[in-house]
């Protein structure tokens, strides 16, 4: 099976700007997590979905959103880029159910985001 | 909210020493996983620890779930280069109903000189 794919690898914007991250589960995983990975914070949770639904999201502010199409492909959107968002953006899916909450997270590569 | 400490935050060993790092959670954990991620790479699942004392191993690395289910540790024995890289504990929550998201330690990056 192929694995998580994430597109653009690489990203810079500038402050203010929007930009859209694009995440491809494993072919018959449904739930998608986001990541943010910076040195000072580490890995930090954004949100998950399932089956289109938003089903967790950790504290990070109403800029940063996602949702999940029907083919479990997911998007997270940044609005109003700050320079502190310059950072490692990590998709994850795994196969769990719906009633299924502690399975392993298969990582993307990543996308690189710098804000200038 | 849910915190998980992860000590030390680097490790730099000879090559064949052992290696320790070890994961702290300020609440219970219904379990905990472990993920290494090689520079430049991404986090790859390593194992899941679900029972109270459990300890699993894989080759050289032994892992251990404590008995309150709120602190972990990984070893490694006799280190190798191949085993550079930052390994994150990572606890999911044990509050009950839905709690879909796993809290990640910081990291323990191992540096291994030949």
């Keep these: ?116 | 909210g849910q915190q998980v400490m992860q000590i030390p935050q680097y490790q730099h060993v000879q090559e064949g020493e052992d290696f320790t790092t070890y994961c702290n959670s300020s609440t219970t954990l219904s379990n905990i996983q472990w993920y290494k991620q090689r520079p430049g790479g991404h986090p790859v699942f390593l194992i899941q620890l679900v029972k109270s004392g459990e300890v699993k191993k894989q080759k050289r690395l032994t892992f251990q779930f404590g008995e309150a289910k709120k602190n972990s540790s990984l070893h490694i024995t006799a280190t190798q280069t191949t085993d550079v890289g930052t390994y994150f504990c990572a606890g999911m929550g044990d509050s009950g109903g839905s709690n879909y998201k796993l809290t990640f330690g910081k990291g323990t990056l191992l540096t291994v000189n030949p």
């Excluded at chain 1, 040195?39 to 940063?64: A, D, M, V």
Aim: glycine share 10%; hydrophobic share 25%.
């Design chain 1, 1 to 116: 099976k192929a694995g998580v794919t994430q597109t653009p690898r690489y990203l810079i914007k500038t402050r203010g700007q929007q930009v859209t991250l694009s995440c491809s589960p494993i072919s018959g995983h449904r739930s998608v997590s986001w990541y943010q990975q910076t040195p000072g914070q580490g890995l930090q949770f954004l949100f998950e979905y399932f089956s289109e639904t938003q089903r967790n999201k950790g504290n990070f502010p109403g800029r940063f959103s996602g949702r999940q199409f029907s083919n479990s492909r997911s998007e997270m959107n940044v609005s109003t880029l700050e320079l502190g968002d310059s950072a490692l953006y990590l998709c994850a899916s795994s196969s769990n159910g719906e009633w299924e909450i502690t399975d392993t997270q298969y990582f993307g590569p990543g996308t690189r985001l710098t804000v200038l």
